[in-house]
């Protein structure tokens, strides 16, 4: 007889291979591709703006967008949008700042605070499960503020603290000025307060201003990671003031101004701004391809971008020193400005500057390649794509899209309206914007920094 040990290995192997394939069904199973999620955007019946995106991220990004930003200051409040943004974890009607802090922390989650010339973003980082937690702080910290009287006494020091980490970092100092030239008020406004208004911004001061801004039809909840009808059923709990807001002062571009700010050193800094377009205008993204065309700067670390960058290429031949050309195009919700960035050496900066504006004069004049289009087009698509891949800015753009516009343009949908903008577009674009009212801002070593008038 055939001994019972001698079958048991075929029968095991049987039992082995049995057991693998319906493991490996059970993997193919679970490994199938999650179906993709549209970003969704609607409206509660209290005016409160509800946004999100599934992209089933594990950790979750959710916020409240406010259209309260420094472009909505006035000479006698400027620098509340600063301190609404320092002080956005203390203490509430609801809760205190250490219970927020506590709160938050017990959840693994984090909040952060930022401001934009037009918003301020709250946003908080947490595990999926965490969703009803991060809404329910964020419900505390943007509709029950108090701001009383000692913690604002005692926390103005981080006021301070964010003027003395500013101080000595000149670009933002030129983009600010570059800013008041050519808006004066409105978004020409600074997200930093001025030194002596530091401690004078009072508990009714900021109370106004919130009551004026902090209204359901001027604020949006967004999330990033999240189930659009989760966040919907948590928004209907917000307890926003209800309104639509204070009513928004047009931005104007007026140009012609020139903010020069001496301060010796070795280096010179200078921007030259003319009108641009809104944001969400087919002219926008023209303006878009128009700036890679100029160069919107390196795509290599260390690299001088010279061989794609006229506006590298037109620096280059005035000096053999590490210099930085570029070219910005910042849009807003009504208004916009188009322009360039130099730092360079001091004794340099004339003929970086004027060598700049050549190629921005020229392009205007027809100077513009079929193959250098298509590349300028193909790198703002690719810049717009990539971008999308941070979950930062993905949040940050559905946030402000669904506030400012009520709906969301996808980075595809963009690119695919980047494709439909021709050659013509743009150059008729360039002329209008070259021959505009420009405005202009420098600040370090300006013995050798030309102005306004030298260089247009």
Not at 43 to 72: C, D, Q
Not at 238 to 247: I, P
């Amino acid at each position: 007889m055939m001994s019972v040990s001698g079958i048991r290995p075929l029968f095991a192997g049987v039992s082995r291979r049995w057991l693998s394939a319906q493991a490996a069904a059970q993997a193919t199973r679970e490994t199938q591709p999650l179906p993709k999620q549209d970003a969704q955007v609607s409206k509660l019946g209290s005016g409160l703006t509800v946004a999100s995106l599934e992209n089933y991220s594990p950790i979750s990004r959710i916020g409240v967008v406010v259209n309260a930003g420094p472009r909505h200051e006035t000479t006698d409040n400027l620098g509340i949008s600063h301190c609404l943004r320092s002080f956005a974890d203390l203490s509430t009607k609801h809760a205190t700042g250490f219970a927020i802090t506590r709160g938050l922390e017990d959840v693994a989650a984090s909040l952060e605070t930022s401001t934009t010339r037009e918003h301020q973003i709250y946003t908080v980082r947490c595990m999926r499960d965490a969703v009803d937690t991060a809404v329910h702080y964020l419900n505390t910290i943007t509709n029950g503020q108090e701001f009383r009287r000692w913690e604002l006494r005692e926390n103005k020091g981080r006021l301070t603290f964010d003027l003395a980490t500013i101080k000595d970092q000149l670009p933002l100092r030129v983009m600010d000025d570059v800013h008041s030239a050519a808006f004066r008020e409105t978004l020409g406004r600074s997200a930093y307060a001025p030194e002596y208004m530091i401690g004078n911004h009072s508990t009714d001061m900021l109370l106004e201003y919130v009551q004026q801004h902090y209204t359901a039809g001027n604020m949006a909840l967004v999330g990033v990671g999240v189930d659009h009808s989760e966040l919907t059923k948590l928004a209907e709990q917000f307890e926003a003031r209800t309104g639509s807001g204070a009513v928004k002062q047009a931005a104007k571009f007026t140009g012609g101004a020139e903010l020069r700010n001496q301060c010796g050193g070795d280096f010179s800094l200078a921007a030259v701004a003319v009108e641009g377009c809104a944001s969400g205008s087919k002219d926008a993204l023209a303006l878009g391809i128009l700036q890679h065309m100029m160069g919107a700067g390196p795509y290599i670390k260390w690299g001088s971008n010279q061989a794609a960058s006229k506006l590298a290429q037109g620096a280059g031949k005035a000096t053999s020193l590490p210099f930085s050309a570029s070219c910005f195009n910042l849009a807003y919700s009504d208004a916009g400005a188009f322009g360039v960035f130099a730092v360079a050496n001091a004794e340099d900066m004339d003929g970086v500057l004027k060598g700049m504006m050549k190629e921005f004069g020229a392009v205007t004049k027809g100077n513009i390649s079929s193959k250098d289009f298509e590349r300028a087009k193909n790198q703002f698509k690719a810049a717009v794509l990539m971008n999308s891949e941070n979950q930062d800015t993905l949040f940050e753009d559905l946030a402000v899209q669904a506030l400012n516009l009520g709906s969301y343009s996808s980075p595809a949908d963009l690119a695919q309206q980047i494709d439909s903008i021709t050659a013509d577009d743009t150059l008729k674009l360039a002329k209008k914007v070259f021959n505009g009212k420009p405005c202009m801002a420098a600040s370090g070593n300006l013995g050798q920094t030309p102005y306004m008038d030298q260089l247009m």
